[in-house]
């Protein structure tokens, strides 16, 4: 496919991030010239992919995705409004208490103890970090409520760092393409790491989200309108592109799935 590259000023800038401490390439069913291709794909789609949770600054999306467990983005997104209007800083947080928090998350999936963690975190990050969001995975990890995945969006989407953060969609994806298959996000997470190419990798997490969630889909995936249906090797795959189709690859990058 003859496309010019995007670089944005993201990638460009944060080049150092995406290949520091990188292990050897791992091995994969696709070739090199077929992940470059793939990514570039998913670059021309999306050349600026964002997160969907809506945040005001680090500690409201530490918050935010601390909350998504077991939740999507959208029920979030409706209970979270109103709160970080209110309540956008640690101290504010703790100045709420967790009752009153409760009653502004109680439409989320267990939100008596993701309550009960919000406000332990923000007293952690008072006195621990000052109220401000560490910026090491080790220390993020620390905060009540939050794991590797959560660590790796916030390292990502407030500071710039490229990692990967593996939720369910990932997971079924590099598994159903066979792209990077593992037994834990873990070792999807290490496995993607190796054989995204540089130049792609800051944004890859966002990009291999949303394909998960607007076209490579849990239940059917849409292959008919997928990007990479020529290039994908999963056993599941519903459909072959047509030549023409991949000589005019425009006809079916176009549109986007809302919500």
């Known amino acids: 496919m003859a496309n010019p590259k995007i670089k944005s000023s993201a990638q460009t800038a944060k080049k150092s991030n995406a290949t520091a401490g990188r292990k050897p390439a791992a091995k994969s069913l696709y070739s090199k010239a077929d992940l470059e291709e793939i990514f570039q794909r998913f670059s021309i789609q999306r050349p600026e992919p964002k997160g969907e949770l809506e945040h005001v600054n680090p500690f409201t999306l530490v918050v935010a995705v601390a909350l998504s467990a077991q939740a999507t983005d959208a029920g979030v997104n409706k209970a979270t409004r109103a709160l970080f209007a209110v309540a956008d800083t640690p101290q504010k947080m703790l100045d709420l208490g967790e009752e009153r928090i409760r009653e502004y998350i109680k439409t989320i999936g267990l939100y008596r103890n993701k309550a009960k963690n919000v406000v332990a975190l923000s007293e952690k990050l008072i006195t621990d970090f000052g109220g401000e969001v560490p910026r090491t995975r080790e220390e993020l990890i620390t905060l009540p409520g939050v794991g590797r995945k959560t ?92 030549a023409p189709l991949v000589e005019l690859p425009a006809q079916i990058i176009g549109a986007e799935v809302s919500g």
């Open 151 to 242: 660590a790796n969006v916030v390292l990502s989407m407030a500071f710039g760092q490229a990692t990967m953060a593996v939720d369910t969609h990932i997971f079924r994806i590099a598994n159903r393409l066979l792209l990077a298959p593992g037994k834990t996000p873990d070792e999807v997470e290490q496995r993607l790491m190796q054989i995204i190419p540089d130049q792609y990798l800051y944004h890859a997490h966002h990009w291999l989200i949303l394909h998960g969630r607007y076209c490579c889909k849990a239940r059917k995936p849409e292959c008919e309108r997928c990007v990479i249906a020529d290039l994908c090797r999963s056993p599941e795959k519903t459909w072959d592109i047509p």
